[in-house]
């Protein structure tokens, strides 16, 4: 005689019998979903072909982060420093910062008619490159003191962020803070989930920085070593406290400064280091020449498609020196065109 499969069973049975088929069902959901989770941060640097580079980067992490290396380094000593300009987000045709200043002088330019007849201010006015760079450092000094001083803290780092979210460059049509490094952005999250802590060290303005790196680049702004000019604590008129920017250089973040703000400003030496150009050669070396694990990278611009090419003949970012002295000492040297699949975070990744 045939009979029911279910004959015999109590609701009881039957109930367990559920319960314990949707756990099974629970548990497999969840350990597919816990594995597909793992599987997609496995590749900490996905922007980045897998190359010399990316690997000698991710060894690196590895050995200094391993709690039984040799080459352990503890966390509090995990100090990476990256210039700005040409490392972390692009530099041509020119300085973002020098575009910010340009852009002041144009909007100021209602309040002094007298910039029509005064040289560097009648050049930049009328588009005139050749007289403007005519006027050569002197003449940009004069455009920095007019755009970057006379003013408060406060009141400066205001316009900085107006300019910012409104400013779009000349060749991409894109807000100047989108035109990072998605690999190095990245690199520095990479940096910063390994224990390390992450500082700018650029010879760019301090001022002109802190006010958007952190929401760029996760950077806070102690964290940001620049130049700087004098600032002079004053009481206003309303009575409250400010900080004026005067016309005088302070210190400059660049070539042998860098070293000295490092010093100075984070008060360790860095274990790792990237540039772009020959005004990091001295990071990178102060970098290399502690003891233990070290790391030095340098950012070699080679797709002109994408971004920009140039190294050795470019009055921005050249790369003579610290590219020659990378090479005769095994530095990490990235190639933008063959190392990144995606250069900004609009682009479309390459495979």
């Not at 380094?73 to 990476?80: N, S, T, Y």
């Not at 500082?199 to 700087?228: D, K, L, T």
């Not at 280091?273 to 020449?289: E, H, I, P, R, V």
């Not at 970012?317 to 699949?341: C, F, H, N, S």
Request: glycine letters at 8%; proline letters at 6%; a neutral charge.
């Amino acid at each position: 005689m045939l009979t029911s499969d279910h004959e015999g069973m109590t609701p009881a049975k039957v109930g367990g019998r559920a319960a314990r088929a949707l756990e099974t069902l629970l548990f497999l959901a969840l350990y597919f979903m816990s594995s597909g989770a793992v599987l997609a941060q496995s590749d900490p640097l996905p922007s980045w072909t897998d190359g010399a580079a990316k690997k000698a980067i991710i060894d690196f992490v590895t050995r200094v982060t391993t709690q039984d290396s040799k080459e352990f380094v503890p966390a509090a000593e995990r100090i990476a420093t990256f210039d700005n300009d040409g490392t972390l987000w692009c530099e041509k045709p020119f300085y973002f910062q020098l575009a910010f200043a340009v852009d002041q002088i144009k909007a100021m330019a209602p309040q002094h008619p007298e910039w029509r007849t005064k040289q560097p201010f009648k050049a930049l006015l009328d588009n005139d490159t050749k007289a403007l760079s005519e006027t050569g450092e002197k003449g940009l000094l004069q455009i920095v003191a007019a755009t970057h001083t006379g003013m408060t803290t406060d009141q400066f780092s205001r316009s900085v962020l107006d300019w910012i979210r409104t400013a779009r460059h000349p060749r991409f049509n894109q807000p100047y803070d989108g035109l990072v490094y998605q690999p190095m952005q990245e690199l520095l999250t990479y940096l910063r989930d390994t224990g390390f802590k992450t500082f700018i060290v650029s010879g760019g303005g301090v001022e002109f920085m802190r006010p958007w790196a952190e929401r760029v680049y996760g950077i806070p702004p102690e964290q940001v070593v620049g130049s700087s000019g004098v600032v002079k604590f004053e009481i206003a008129t309303d009575g409250k406290p400010e900080l004026m920017k005067l016309a005088k250089v302070e210190f400059i973040d660049d070539g042998p400064g860098k070293p000295v703000g490092i010093n100075r400003f984070i008060g360790r030496r860095p274990i790792l280091a990237f540039g772009n150009s020959d005004g990091d050669l001295q990071m990178l070396q102060w970098t290399m020449a502690g003891q233990g694990p070290r790391f030095a990278g340098i950012v070699h611009h080679t797709d002109g498609a994408r971004e920009y090419a140039y190294d050795r003949d470019s009055k921005v970012g050249k790369l003579d020196k610290a590219w020659d002295e990378a090479r005769q000492r095994g530095w990490t040297i990235v190639d933008m065109k063959e190392d990144w699949k995606q250069i900004f975070p609009t682009e479309g990744a390459r495979q």
